[in-house]
């Protein structure tokens, strides 16, 4: 599949709002540039493309080939500032850094009382809005004002920076700790997803020990518990501790409503906390909780105080989508959750700029995944296609492999048996490959493998034993994952029921649910 070339300044240029075009273009008006300057041609004539194509640009005749970058660089650079102007994305961050920058200017004019009064407002602000890097590069500045005893300050004021500028350094010095840690952690779990034994365990158990800093929790701020409880949520879901999941997640989005002021300045994050609270809802199978939860989300983000910019609206769309999906699945809907595909593939066009290639396949293999409930195989197969061609994409080990379980599954259900052999050869040497063949994939691949040799009147039998051996692996904390992507008990029980595998998933819902 050929990909459509991206320009950064193109890509940038598409993402703009009629608004902030329209303020570009008045932006250019106030700083005195005429019609005819070239970077405003390169804007106009990048507009109208539909796909960045540089031979296109030149033919306009208004610029060579060699300066077109320099070109580029500059209109981009004017975009940014542009931005940077407008009403819509001020936010306390870049008021801070705009005093800061003021603050500077007036020091090198030699004006240092206003300069460190300045100062004095914005170390406020950032301390209040838990921006501490910021404030203590203020107080850096700060120290070097008065450290050229030119202000004739009170005495303890260099006492007053000095513990300002210790005590700022202790917290961004835990927080920096913590949000290392936590990364690192979420980037394991992206790489390699739920860990595979006992001695993976101990291993997360011990790197996650090893470097979690001491604190009191009493002591820390906002921003120092955020990281904190990012921190014990990543290893919960590397560990498959998913109450584990549930607590950390909660008490990360009760720490934004205790704090509502953070949710403006920080909504990505916000959401995250929700996204991940989903999550451990839905692998704890708490549907009543997983219910409010998501109306709750879908209430705060169509709130007009809460922040409407691209990036949230791509990440609302993302975490609203994934979990209407993870609805349908906890309840058995598969039917009734078939309107929702047209809506998300339309989303992810819309958002394809802002969308990381890895959750578009996260999508796909929930729409394979919804049509396999409902019975079209073909479907199904041809979404997860999408996934197994794709060779460039990094992504998690175990969505690639359950990815390739399903589609034998598939292949099998939609009489697709002529090529079925080959297939179960290629998926079998990809799990060798990445290292991660489990008993639950093994039993399925030896029993798909041996279809062919079993007579019609004794398939019932085969289905029978099958689901007695991945029954007794169902609460195994290690094998239990291959569960949470491919519901394989509900589809063997409804080829022994001779049911849909919609009917199957709902009456169990039904009855895990009966009492609410």
Same mark, same amino acid.
């Given at each position: 599949?050929?990909?459509?070339?991206?320009?950064?300044?193109?890509?940038?240029?598409?993402?703009?709002?009629?608004?902030?075009?329209?303020?570009?273009?008045?932006?250019?008006?106030?700083?005195?540039?005429?019609?005819?300057?070239?970077?405003?041609?390169?804007?106009?004539?990048?507009?109208?493309?539909? #796909?960045?194509? !540089?031979?296109?640009?030149?033919?306009?005749?208004?610029?060579?080939?060699?300066?077109?970058?320099?070109?580029?660089?500059?209109?981009?650079?004017?975009?940014?500032?542009?931005?940077?102007?407008?009403?819509?994305?001020?936010?306390?961050?870049?008021?801070?850094?705009?005093?800061?920058?003021?603050?500077?200017?007036?020091?090198?004019?030699?004006?240092?009382?206003?300069?460190?009064?300045?100062?004095?407002?914005?170390?406020?602000?950032?301390?209040?809005?838990?921006?501490?890097?910021?404030?203590?590069?203020? #107080?850096?500045?700060?120290?070097?004002?008065?450290?050229?005893?030119?202000?004739?300050?009170?005495?303890?004021?260099?006492?007053?920076?000095?513990?300002?500028?210790?005590?700022?350094?202790?917290?961004?010095?835990?927080?920096?700790?913590?949000?290392?840690?936590?990364?690192?952690?979420?980037?394991?779990?992206?790489?390699?997803?739920?860990?595979?034994?006992?001695?993976?365990?101990?291993?997360?158990?011990?790197?996650?020990?090893?470097?979690?800093?001491?604190?009191?929790?009493? !002591?820390?701020?906002?921003?120092?518990?955020?990281?904190?409880?990012?921190?014990?949520?990543?290893?919960?879901?590397?560990?498959?501790?998913?109450?584990?999941?549930?607590?950390?997640?909660?008490?990360?989005?009760?720490?934004?409503?205790?704090?509502?002021?953070?949710?403006?300045?920080?909504?990505?994050?916000?959401?995250?906390?929700?996204?991940?609270?989903?999550?451990?809802?839905?692998?704890?199978?708490?549907?009543?909780?997983?219910?409010?939860?998501?109306?709750?989300?879908?209430?705060?983000?169509?709130?007009?105080?809460?922040?409407?910019?691209?990036?949230?609206?791509?990440?609302?769309?993302?975490?609203?989508?994934?979990?209407?999906?993870?609805?349908?699945?906890?309840?058995?809907?598969?039917?009734?959750?078939?309107?929702?595909?047209?809506?998300?593939?339309?989303?992810?066009?819309?958002?394809?700029?802002?969308?990381?290639?890895?959750?578009?396949?996260?999508?796909?293999?929930?729409?394979?995944?919804?049509?396999?409930?409902?019975?079209?195989?073909?479907?199904?197969?041809?979404?997860?296609?999408?996934?197994?061609?794709?060779?460039?994409?990094?992504?998690?080990?175990?969505?690639?492999?359950?990815?390739?379980?399903?589609?034998?599954?598939?292949?099998?259900?939609?009489?697709?048996?002529?090529?079925?052999?080959?297939?179960?050869?290629?998926?079998?040497?990809?799990?060798?490959?990445?290292?991660?063949?489990?008993?639950?994939?093994?039993?399925?691949?030896?029993?798909?493998?041996?279809?062919?040799?079993?007579?019609?009147?004794? #398939?019932?039998?085969?289905?029978?034993?099958?689901?007695?051996?991945?029954?007794?692996?169902?609460?195994?904390?290690?094998?239990?994952?291959?569960?949470?992507?491919?519901?394989?008990?509900?589809?063997?029980?409804?080829?022994?029921?001779?049911?849909?595998?919609?009917?199957?998933?709902?009456?169990?819902?039904?009855?895990?649910?009966?009492?609410?």
């Amino acid at each position: 599949m050929t990909k459509e070339q991206k320009d950064n300044l193109f890509v940038l240029i598409k993402s703009l709002s009629k608004s902030e075009k329209r303020q570009f273009k008045l932006y250019v008006g106030r700083i005195g540039v005429n019609e005819d300057s070239k970077f405003l041609l390169l804007f106009t004539v990048l507009q109208k493309l539909k #796909i960045y194509d !540089e031979a296109a640009i030149l033919k306009h005749g208004f610029v060579k080939k060699e300066q077109l970058s320099n070109l580029k660089a500059h209109l981009y650079k004017q975009i940014l500032i542009s931005l940077r102007l407008n009403p819509s994305h001020q936010n306390i961050r870049i008021q801070i850094r705009e005093q800061l920058d003021f603050a500077t200017i007036l020091y090198h004019k030699g004006l240092y009382t206003q300069s460190l009064k300045i100062l004095d407002k914005a170390k406020s602000l950032a301390v209040a809005n838990e921006e501490k890097n910021i404030a203590y590069e203020i #107080i850096e500045l700060e120290k070097v004002i008065e450290g050229q005893y030119i202000t004739r300050s009170i005495s303890n004021r260099a006492d007053e920076l000095t513990v300002q500028a210790q005590e700022l350094s202790q917290q961004n010095l835990l927080a920096s700790q913590l949000s290392n840690l936590s990364l690192q952690l979420y980037g394991e779990f992206l790489k390699t997803g739920f860990v595979k034994q006992a001695s993976e365990h101990e291993k997360i158990t011990k790197y996650f020990n090893d470097r979690l800093p001491e604190y009191k929790i009493s !002591e820390l701020g906002f921003r120092e518990k955020l990281w904190l409880y990012k921190s014990y949520l990543w290893y919960s879901f590397l560990i498959q501790d998913f109450l584990g999941c549930y607590k950390y997640s909660k008490k990360w989005v009760n720490l934004f409503h205790e704090h509502p002021g953070m949710i403006k300045l920080n909504p990505v994050f916000f959401l995250n906390g929700y996204q991940n609270l989903l999550e451990a809802l839905f692998f704890i199978k708490n549907h009543q909780k997983f219910k409010e939860t998501l109306t709750r989300l879908v209430e705060i983000t169509k709130e007009e105080g809460f922040p409407k910019d691209d990036n949230v609206q791509s990440l609302t769309f993302l975490y609203v989508g994934s979990n209407k999906f993870n609805a349908h699945f906890m309840e058995g809907t598969f039917k009734e959750g078939l309107p929702l595909i047209p809506e998300i593939l339309e989303g992810i066009e819309k958002h394809k700029t802002r969308i990381d290639e890895h959750h578009v396949m996260v999508f796909y293999y929930k729409i394979a995944s919804l049509y396999f409930g409902i019975g079209e195989h073909q479907k199904c197969i041809d979404f997860l296609d999408k996934i197994i061609s794709n060779k460039s994409l990094q992504m998690r080990e175990d969505l690639l492999c359950f990815s390739r379980i399903l589609n034998l599954v598939a292949h099998y259900e939609a009489g697709l048996d002529y090529n079925l052999e080959s297939l179960i050869k290629s998926t079998y040497k990809f799990l060798i490959k990445m290292e991660d063949l489990y008993l639950v994939q093994k039993e399925m691949i030896k029993f798909l493998k041996q279809l062919g040799d079993i007579y019609p009147q004794e #398939i019932k039998a085969a289905f029978k034993e099958l689901h007695a051996k991945l029954k007794a692996l169902e609460d195994d904390p290690y094998e239990r994952r291959a569960f949470l992507y491919l519901d394989i008990l509900s589809w063997l029980e409804s080829r022994i029921e001779n049911k849909s595998v919609e009917s199957v998933i709902r009456r169990k819902f039904l009855s895990l649910n009966k009492n609410n």
